[in-house]
């Protein structure tokens, strides 16, 4: 059964006499920012802070501290941390995406997982205009040469420059926004693509509107992919998308590496002459240091980061004051903002709406009642009206109770009405 979270402890500490007192504990398994610290320990929470913990030390990390809420950033979150873990409640993604957090695993648990959409948003943008300013200009291999004392002014004079070309987005989230409001000041004609992309929320966003990803890639000039990794973007740029781009096209890369196919890639770099800017890679090391060996970084025309894309102060503090906002909201109300595992939809087929006093026991008796019909409650929320003196229970059902279960529901002196209604079929 899913029901509106609650929480029956009381996180902050009063001074008030009898008053029960609960710490809410969080562990933070990465390098955050002091002020994000300082705002969750202004919260009455317990704080610890542990920035080497590794996939395989976290499970009993976590366990032996008993947290009730995990933060993290790059530091992966196994399945094994859900089985160990059995006072944590919440898990933080400390940044936008949340590929290194087994959501599935947490779903099964009853754990919640959220994160902070658009709080990094201008940096990745910031980033992914350097990658392309590289493309054009090959700053990079410039600054090589003149550090190597070689002067080749001739060679590095041809550039096609970018005024007046083809930008190409894929996927126009925040970030996606963001590129495309800084091609539009560098004068370039801006399209997009996206699966939730539609004309008219493309010309209220100032883009062009491309209905085929593969069109997109057979129009632009430069591509900047920024969409989220998903079941459904693992190599979302793929090899009938690569063989459709432009020859000498500029490629463009900050979400993750396992949107792009990197054979087919590299194919198009060394055939077309398609020059890409990389701050992800389909093999990176785990942690802040490591060696690299993924061999696209090696291919002639590739420029690189080290998926670095959110790591500006900016957006560092933007994340933590986010993430202190999701976890105060937590504990004073138990929801949950920027929750990524709440079902979409589920197996319910009608709405059972009950109105009531507020009194102690009305809803165990319809929560009995529908128990001893071996009805499944799939989704509840309870109104309470001003004064609070009623309520409304609005609960979404797996199958309909007969008639004689909603008369034995309405046979409660402190119900009010009760009526039944189908819930349409998610399309």
Known sequence: MTTTPTRTSIPFKRNSPGTPT??????????????????????GCEVKVNPDLAPETLPAALAESEADILIVRSTKVPAAVFEKAKKLNLVVRAG?????????????KGIFVANCPGKNAIAVAELAWALILSCDRRVPDQTTDLRAGKWSKKEYAKAAGLFGRTLGI??????????????????????AWSRSLTEEKADALDVGYVSNIINLAKMSDVISVNVASTPE?????????????KPGAYFI???????VDQAALTNAIRTKGVRCGLDVFASEPPGGEGSFTDPIAKERGVYGT??????????????ARETVRIVAEYVKSGRVLNCVNRAAATPATCLLTVRHLNRPGVLAHIFYT??????????MENIIYEGTQAACARIQLDQAPRQEHLTAIGANESVLSVALTSIAAPR
Do not use: P, Y
């Open 22 to 43: 609960t710490t809410t504990s969080v562990l933070i398994a990465d390098k955050f920012e002091s002020a994000g610290v300082e705002g969750l320990t202004n919260l």
């Open 253 to 259: 890369n900050t979400s993750r590496g396992s949107v």
């Open 233 to 245: 973007t693992k190599h979302l740029i793929n090899e009938q998308f690569c063989n459709a781009m």
């Open 96 to 108: 936008a995406g949340f590929d290194n957090i087994d959501v599935a695993a947490a779903s099964a």
């Open 306 to 319: 080290h998926h670095i894309g959110a790591s500006t102060d900016q957006a560092q503090q933007a994340i």
């Open 370 to 379: 529908l128990g001893q019909a071996g009805i499944n409650v799939e989704e």
């Open 170 to 191: 894929v996927g126009l989230g925040q970030i996606g926004q963001e590129v495309a409001a800084r091609g539009r000041a560098f004068g370039m004609n801006v399209v």
